[in-house]
């Protein structure tokens, strides 16, 4: 076997391309002999990458030969499961496919015994896979099976991109070459949903070529394939309901093949039972065939009736139309049918759509009979859903007085809510109590990161210290252990911004002692961290804690750089931990300064000088310059007098350095403190004596250290048009919050208040995930507008499907903060977008927000609709970004959450028809192709409220608008008004 597997013996076959010889060798060998080679083999594929390259350039081989050969020496291993898998990810051949039919054939036969179906199983488990195991199929070497992964594998396989200067073949033509794939094959691949990468429909879209669904219509029409069987097939797959995406591949090919009417009505059964499917586009297929059968009179009317139900309780308008359109002609046709209609017809009154509820009222007045009583029972369950303008034509045709609006759910004569106060007792964050509890929270710590828990978390590490008992130590053992294995199986758990991988290492280092890894990706990285600071353009890594022992983690942390503020603050608390244990004479308790004493982040400032003048209870103050700049960012407003004075009469403090004495007692209000020489300190002073503005003696000391520094950041709003960017390949528009002045590079990670403007390329993308936001805000709580402005910015810019977006949600969430806080800057700009957005629990937040703003109506709320109407036509400038093409916000998005806040009270309904009335005029270009809902919203919530339009801009607005359903509805509107 020495001999066998010579490596000079198998490069020289690698070199001559013999791969029959290197197959008749694995042959030769047999089972066991295989099995020996196989850890050489394996070692061989893992490093294949490097090898393969030295082959290449050693013996001059093409790449592809290479990879060729070496799929089928490896395939010959005992270890098939893990050949095949890595085979087919470290392939890369010239003709695009992985091991050809003749090598798994010839290898087949030669290595004899079940090695053909333990191949075919392996590689089908690894994803589609087409020509070698059918190659082994028709040699009767492998039994065929239905395997999706087989059948996914014919799509690309049959017409493959061998290259821009190569035509692919037309997959018509394929199909045709090989009469036997329209067997079994090609009807199981019919039935096939497949995957997200891998379907009927993924392929029509993003390969290129012919498209299945060219080719098949094409077979159809000439006969290849049976017509009959192909249309039973589609239907049969659009009864399983798959997902939208994947089954409108089945709806589009139905309708290209465009069946007769007797082929229709043939499979009318069917078509009535797709009625009930989830997918809107398979709904409209089913009533565009039924609506032809009953055109032809060959709809069975009752199996209509009795079915579609489901379809007018869809939120799609066009179909609901087209079904009660249908019925209405069933029952004019047949009056027998006229009650069953009537009552059909109701359902589509809790549609949000006015128009779709006036045709559902035709209708009903049409064929229904005020004196039905389970008639009339059915529409007053719907009545509070219809219309306010609809519900007098609806109250004439029962003879029953109009229902008014229900005021009662909401209290509109409340007072606007005011602030509240930052130190409210109710608001006071409860410290850890017990050593139990400590070591309880650090157990749900390690499984489930909760912002509220982090701060308490870290407070009650450094107040208890590390275990010293027996006791303690019984304690912590299971956590320790867990601690080691969470970070072990995650070990770039810190990465892409999650601070909950910050709190799994603390807690490692606390529990077990085991100090943080340091890594570095260049010697720049490293001078830049011992410097104290990193390029903006290299802020990806930031370093956790040093490693002292050679066996710990090696963990660093992936961006943005506001997680290397976070992870710098617990840096030298995790290095006391681990010296604690070595030293019994180092300390192990510690005091934080920045420990929250009140949700959102604030600290009393009685309270922080209670901590640095009152070491009574034996810890020792952490030193630690992060610790100390957090501190001063989270003192509250109120009681700052009283902080100073208590200061003042406490003289020196032992423990604590006079710099931060005196920063302090610049933050607390004192004038001519002396400007010290550490510059972090200084700027956390500035901005939390004068969040908002200058604070001249700290702008003249530390005159570059960028927005928020010793000058206050200034964010201005673009104007409207917002100008394309010419540098892409394809102009579009964004919403970019301006700031000056803009951030300097390098940013000190000692700065959180300039980093909250100094976002990487990465964060421009991707935005701050969930759970850093959620800390974040509580770094700096009295100044939201930082990240009011990448809020803003990263919902406008993010993708629809983005799992980042939903977290700035609970920026808007601040009770503790004042109306002019949070709306006097650019919160109106960060709700609009909110509402803009289509991720479900944004759009909630969005919108119960709302609903608080406008129950006070438009004079008292403390929001002004003319504000919010000014920060949507700004967010309807914006385009969103998508991968070669640009997206705009939808306007039916704004008309969909203003209409459902506007039916809570007449309050709700008169602020949102003064911000519709103050949204027209500013509407862009490309939005008033899309008001209609917004002008139909309008005409409801000027019902309910009473009133009319009268802002001439308003007015002239919808006097332009002439044609279209739009222009009826707006002449409606201001005939009404």
Known sequence: MKDLFDESALLSALGTHDEATVIAWLAAAGPAGRSAAAKRLRRWLDDGTTWVEEVVTREGVPRGSVSRTRVVQIAGSSDTWRAAQLAWRLCALEDGRWVRPTQAITAARAFG????????????????????????????????????????????????????????????????????????????????????????????????????????????????????????????????????????????????????????????????????????????????????????????????LASA??????????????????????????????????????????????????????????????????????????????????????????????????VARHASAAPPRGDVSPLDPSRAVAPVATFEALV???????????????????????????????????????????????????????????????????????????????????????????????????????????????????????????????????????????????????????????TPTHRGGWIDPGVLVQRITEPGDGLRLLDDVHDRVLALLRLAPQRRVEALARLDAAGRVADESAEFVAALRHTLGATGVAIGRTEAVWIAAARARTPFDDDPRIAAAYPAGGPDAGVAARHAIPSLPLAPFESRPRPFRQFTIDCTPWPPRPVPSAHPSVLLHARTDHEWAEGLPPDLVAHVVSWWPANPEPLFASGIETVLRSDEKSEQVPGWAALLDRPDLTPQRLWGGLGPELLAATISAKQPALVQAATDLLTDIAAHGPDRSPLPPVRLASAIAYVLGSERRAVSFTVRVPFRRFATVCGSVRTLSSDHAAYVAALAVAVLPRLPEHAVRDALPWIEMLREALVTAGGRVADPAARAWLTERRSGKAGAAARALLRTG
């Open 113 to 304: 015994g079940d090695w053909a179906e333990r191949f075919a199983t392996a590689a089908l488990r690894d994803g589609p896979v087409w020509e070698p195991v059918r190659s082994l199929v028709a040699e009767g070497l492998v039994a065929y099976e239905r395997q999706p992964n087989h059948l996914l594998g014919m799509l690309g396989s049959l017409n493959p991109w061998r290259g821009k200067d190569v035509p692919r073949a037309r997959l018509s033509d394929a199909l045709r070459a090989e009469p036997s794939l329209l067997g079994r094959e090609f009807w199981d691949l019919l039935a096939l949903e497949g995957t997200t990468s891998h379907s009927l429909a993924n392929h029509d879209k993003f390969d290129g070529g012919e498209t299945w669904e060219d080719a098949v219509v094409l077979l159809a029409n000439d006969g290849t394939i049976a017509r009959a069987q192909l249309l039973d097939a589609l239907l049969a797959s659009l009864s399983a309901d798959f997902v939208a995406f994947r089954a409108s591949w089945f709806s589009r090919t139905h309708d290209r093949l465009a069946p007769t009417t007797d082929e229709a009505a043939a499979r009318a059964g069917e078509y009535v039972r797709l009625l009930g499917s989830r997918n809107g586009a398979t709904v409209s297929m089913a009533l565009r065939v039924l609506d032809r059968l009953e055109r032809a009179r060959r709809l069975d009317a009752g199996a209509f």
């Open 309 to 406: 139900d489901a379809a007018l309780h869809s939120t799609t308008k066009a179909t609901v139309t087209a079904a009660l359109k249908l019925a209405d002609r069933i029952a004019r046709r047949d009056t027998a049918h006229r009650g069953s209609v009537a009552r059909l017809a109701v359902d589509a009154l809790a549609h949000a759509a006015t128009d779709v509820q006036s045709l559902a009222l035709d209708v009903i007045e049409r064929h229904g009979r005020p004196s039905e009583g389970s008639l009339r029972a059915a529409i007053a369950s719907y009545a509070e859903a219809v219309a306010p303008s609809l519900r007098a034509r609806l109250a004439a045709w029962t003879g029953e007085s109009a229902a008014a609006p229900d």
């Open 440 to 594: 309880a929270l650090a157990a749900r710590s390690l499984e489930t990161y909760q912002a509220g828990d982090y701060e308490v978390l870290v407070d009650g590490l450094a107040r208890f210290g590390p275990p010293a008992t027996e006791t303690e130590m019984r304690l912590t053992r299971p956590l320790a252990k867990r601690a080691k294995d969470v970070v072990a199986a995650h070990p770039r758990r810190g990465c892409a911004g999650c601070i909950g991988g910050t709190t799994d290492v603390l807690v490692d280092a606390w529990a077990s002692r085991t100090p943080w890894s340091l890594e570095f990706e260049s010697h720049t990285d490293f001078e830049m961290h011992r410097a104290g600071a990193w390029d903006r353009d290299r802020l990806g890594f930031v370093p956790k804690i040093p490693r002292a022992n050679p066996g710990a983690p090696e963990v660093f942390v992936f961006r943005p750089p506001l997680l290397g503020f976070a992870v710098a603050r617990l840096r030298t608390l995790a290095e006391a931990f681990v010296a604690a244990s070595r030293d019994p004479t180092a300390p192990r308790r510690f005091r934080l300064r920045s």
